[in-house]
């Protein structure tokens, strides 16, 4: 699965969109990216995933530029409960087991 | 739903002690995934299985042992516990395809002194 590169933090003001970056130069076109969080000491929450096109659901719009080789997750409207630690991960379409391979994440605090 | 339960929620081992960590979902998923999470760090995948009965190493299965022999239960054991496996242990399942999304449970905090 391909390696994906994240700021180590970022701040956010509440009711402001948070937009967090995802750099993943080396994935192939089989690959589709996915974002996760993780809220402190609780286990990690789905968020959002897409291969090519925009995506939005309830929680969040997923941006793939043309050439995939970067993504950013927007909350459009970022609650201090946003605060928490975003991973954004690659993975192959129907590798074996749908393994995830998280990074270190992005550090996201949202401020009053 | 209950969703992903694991037992115990904390746990203190001494060292060359064993235990099981217990999982069990009700979404009657076909996957299911043990993670280990150190100070710092994102998850690293210990062990994981695609359907009852089966089962297949991750990134970090050394020291580590896992069954399936109930869709819903996934158990993770140690043999012989060491310092270095003191860590947070997460579960996670996802349904009948590579590609869904995974539901973790809360973690079982456990130290190995």
């Known amino acids: 699965d391909a390696k994906t590169t994240q700021p180590p933090s970022m701040d956010c003001a509440e009711g402001r969109a948070a937009n967090l970056p995802c750099n993943h130069s080396?994935?192939?076109?089989?690959?589709?990216v996915y974002w996760y969080r993780q809220i402190h000491s609780q286990g990690p929450q789905y968020i959002i995933h897409?291969?090519?096109n925009n995506e939005t659901n309830e929680m969040a719009s997923l941006i793939i530029t043309e050439d995939r080789k970067s993504s950013t997750l927007i909350l459009p409207h970022a609650t201090l409960r946003d605060t928490a630690v975003y991973y954004c991960?690659?993975?192959?379409?129907?590798?074996?087991?749908?393994?995830?391979?998280f990074g270190q994440g992005t550090e996201l605090s949202v401020k009053p | 739903n209950a969703g992903v339960t694991q037992t115990p929620k904390f746990r203190v081992l001494k060292t060359g002690q064993s235990m099981t960590l217990l999982c069990a979902q009700d979404m009657n998923h076909e996957y299911m995934y043990w993670y280990r999470q150190d100070p710092g760090m994102g998850l690293r995948l210990i062990h994981y299985s695609v359907g009852e009965g089966t089962t297949a190493k991750g990134e970090v299965p050394d020291g580590y042992n896992v069954s399936r022999l109930k869709k819903q239960n996934f158990l993770l054991g140690l043999e012989s516990a060491a310092p270095s496996q003191t860590s947070v242990y997460f579960c996670?399942?996802?349904?009948?395809?590579?590609?869904?999304?995974?539901?973790f449970g809360p973690g079982t905090r456990l130290t190995v002194t």
């Open positions: 897409g291969l090519k």
């Open positions: 991960i690659v993975r192959v379409v129907y590798n074996q087991g749908g393994k995830l391979i």
């Open positions: 080396t994935i192939s076109g089989n690959e589709y």
């Open positions: 996670a399942s996802s349904g009948d395809s590579s590609m869904r999304e995974q539901y």
